[in-house]
């Protein structure tokens, strides 16, 4: 089964404003993770947040869990145009293997100067 | 200390023709996992090696697809007798013996079959 599906698929908004992305997972989980990629470039590890978590921070990022609806939020605030990436969330699931990392689709970020 | 590294960055092959695509994780770590990124899509798990031993190769397809992760040297994915299907960006993951959760990823491969 597919874990980690974000939404929206496709994010655009003006530089300055925030920028919020949704996970969903499907089974139990360790931790979840939130990853960026430039287009055509390898994945840039952003934070990640354990099962027994609700909030993390990290500069401008702000990520919640919420284990009982099995959903993560990525929130990144004072968007810039460097923030224009795609992002993905990934779980490591514990049913699936502890060491297997499961991603979604990705969420394609658009930062407008 | 280097990051993850991986070779060749762009690799072309013709239908048939073998692909091995390298990669070295960072210092002092001894956990590997290859990922397949088809265009406009998330990665997909493929292996998880920890040196001499293939861990879990659940994502692998069963014919044409190999990896290695040897004492010395470097993690090698070897596709044999690549069909166009199997263009795609292939990226490898570390992560440290301690056990770390945080899977550090290199910059890809991407692999075109003509």
């Known amino acids: 089964s597919q874990q980690g599906e974000e939404d929206p698929q496709a994010l655009s908004i003006q530089e300055g404003e925030n920028a919020t992305m949704n996970c969903s997972y499907k089974?139990?989980?360790?931790?979840l993770q939130w990853y960026r990629q430039n287009s055509g470039r390898g994945l840039v590890h952003l934070i990640l947040?354990?099962?027994?978590?609700r909030e993390k921070h990290s500069g401008r990022l702000r990520v919640t869990l919420d284990t009982s609806k099995k959903s993560s939020s990525l929130l990144i605030t004072a968007s810039r145009a460097a923030d224009t990436a795609s992002y993905f969330c990934?779980?490591?699931?514990?049913?699936?293997?502890?060491?297997?990392?499961?991603f979604g689709q990705g969420t394609r970020l658009t930062i407008n100067p | 200390n280097a990051g993850v590294m991986q070779n060749p960055r762009h690799l072309v092959r013709r239908r048939g023709q073998e692909a091995r695509l390298r990669c070295s994780p960072m210092?002092?770590?001894?956990?590997v996992y290859w990922y397949r990124q088809l265009p406009e899509e998330g990665l997909k798990f493929m292996v998880y090696?920890?040196?001499?031993?293939?861990?879990?190769e659940s994502g692998m397809p069963k014919e044409r697809f190999s990896a290695e992760f040897p004492k010395e040297g470097p993690s090698i994915l070897r596709i044999q007798q690549v069909v166009r299907g199997d263009s795609a960006a292939y990226f490898c993951?570390?992560?440290?013996?301690?056990?770390?959760?945080?899977?550090?990823f290199g910059p890809g491969t991407r692999l075109t079959v003509l």
């Open positions: 210092k002092g770590h001894s956990h």
């Open positions: 990934a779980t490591d699931s514990l049913i699936q293997g502890a060491q297997k990392l499961v």
């Open positions: 993951a570390s992560s440290p013996v301690s056990g770390s959760d945080t899977q550090y």
């Open positions: 947040i354990r099962s027994n978590e």
């Open positions: 089974t139990s989980i360790n931790n």
């Open positions: 090696l920890q040196k001499e031993n293939i861990i879990d």
